[in-house]
Antibody, heavy 115, light 110 residues
Framework: EVQLLESGGGLVQPGGSLRLSCATS????????MTWVRQAPGKGLECVSA????????FYANSVKGRFTISRDKFKNTLFLQMNSLRVADTAVYYC????????WGQGTLVTVSS | QSVLTQPPSASATPGQRVTISCSGS????????ANWYQQYPGTAPKLLIY???QRPSGVPDRFSGSKSGTSASLAIRGLQSEDEADYYC???????????FGGGTKLTVL
């Protein structure tokens, strides 16, 4: 069974940093592209970053470009999102999503940026 | 501004049929499949339709999807009160190498 478990969210001040992790199991991790999708309170869904199966060609939404870095560890079957220079507008639930014909989502981790 | 375009709201009475549209472009729906998600407040999105018209196990056959060119549609027949939720369309965008989403449609069962 495919499982995706996000962690690392929490409360951080504007300008601060957080590192999100997504521990995966139940599939061949390094054979699939992975993404981070977020949802701000009361708002829609936004794909903030994606990484190919080989770790090449990362995608970043304009809203996070230059501040967020996506990476993956094939030995730990884990996806990461390093978030720097956080803004109030980055407050959201962050979901780890497996890119497959049947996309699989984690339950999400809440990031709150507030002073 | 979402890459995919959905109506912000839809409504119908129990038992009726409702359709939600999703308009994209050649780099997303036009060259990849469309997925649909259902979301209740405070919960993670649930995959409702994948591959344009496929239902994951457990999704009632009242829900159906279709695609034509650069647009996709979600149809719900025999509407029930429990179908009141937010619905999002999504597709992989080949030029971005990332998911693109519609802005969501809030379905109200009158």
């Amino acid at each position: 069974e495919v499982q995706l478990l996000e962690s690392g969210g929490g409360l951080v001040q504007p300008g601060g940093s957080l590192r999100l992790s997504c521990a995966t199991s139940g599939f061949t991790f390094d054979a699939y592209a992975m993404t981070w999708v977020r949802q701000a309170p009361g708002k829609g869904l936004e794909c903030v970053s994606a990484i190919s199966d080989g770790g090449r060609r990362p995608f970043y939404a304009n809203s996070v470009k230059g501040r967020f870095t996506i990476s993956r560890d094939k030995f730990k079957n884990t996806l990461f999102l390093q978030m720097n220079s956080l803004r109030v507008a980055d407050t959201a639930v962050y979901y780890c999503v497996l890119v497959d014909a049947i996309p699989r989502w984690g339950q999400g981790t809440l990031v709150t940026v507030s002073s | 501004q979402s890459v995919l375009t959905q109506p912000p709201s839809a409504s119908a009475t129990p038992g009726q049929r409702v359709t939600i549209s999703c308009s994209g472009s050649t780099s997303n729906i036009g060259s990849n499949t469309a997925n649909w998600y259902q979301q209740y407040p405070g919960t993670a999105p649930k995959l409702l339709i994948y591959g344009n018209n496929q239902r994951p196990s457990g999704v009632p056959d009242r829900f159906s999807g279709s695609k034509s060119g650069t647009s996709a549609s979600l149809a719900i027949r025999g509407l029930q009160s429990e179908d009141e939720a937010d619905y999002y369309c999504a597709s992989w965008d080949a030029s971005l190498n990332g998911w693109v989403f519609g802005g969501g449609t809030k379905l109200t069962v009158l």
